[in-house]
């Protein structure tokens, strides 16, 4: 998300993602769904910020595999979990749902 024609890439991910949590209202212990979590940056940044429990599912195993590795580095590693799986097989609830694709964003806030 650029803001400004000189932005670097790293501050057009950040504005992104300080975007994407504006928009969710994002609150301790709520469950998130990250939907095509790809290498689970959003996810983590999610658990770390914001004390909250996040499933990442993606269809990726190469990006599972990474996510899977990487989440023992963090201190909240507890509250994150990925899957390799479609997300037409979810059945757990959750308060919000989000899903970050290239060119557009889908945010649900289900409380």
Same mark, same amino acid.
């Given at each position: 998300?650029?803001?400004? +024609? &000189?932005? @670097? !890439?790293?501050?057009?991910?950040? &504005?992104? +993602?300080? =975007?994407? +949590?504006?928009? !969710?209202?994002?609150?301790?212990?709520?469950?998130?769904? *990250?939907? %095509?979590?790809?290498? %689970?940056? !959003? @996810?983590? =940044?999610?658990?770390?910020?914001? *004390?909250?429990?996040?499933? %990442?599912?993606?269809? @990726?195993?190469?990006?599972?595999? /990474?996510?899977?590795? /990487?989440?023992? $580095?963090?201190?909240? #590693? #507890?509250?994150?979990? /990925?899957?390799?799986?479609?997300?037409?097989?979810?059945?757990?609830? /959750? &308060?919000? +749902?989000?899903?970050? %694709?290239?060119?557009? $964003?889908?945010? @649900?806030? !289900?409380?």
């Amino acid at each position: 998300y650029f803001k400004n +024609i &000189n932005d @670097s !890439l790293e501050l057009a991910q950040n &504005n992104k +993602i300080q =975007h994407i +949590i504006k928009k !969710l209202n994002i609150k301790s212990n709520q469950k998130v769904l *990250d939907i %095509g979590c790809g290498w %689970g940056g !959003l @996810s983590r =940044h999610f658990a770390e910020t914001y *004390d909250c429990f996040l499933k %990442g599912i993606s269809l @990726s195993t190469e990006q599972i595999k /990474y996510c899977e590795d /990487y989440k023992s $580095s963090f201190s909240k #590693s #507890s509250n994150l979990n /990925y899957a390799l799986q479609d997300y037409r097989l979810e059945d757990n609830k /959750y &308060n919000k +749902i989000v899903s970050v %694709g290239k060119n557009e $964003s889908i945010y @649900s806030c !289900l409380d």
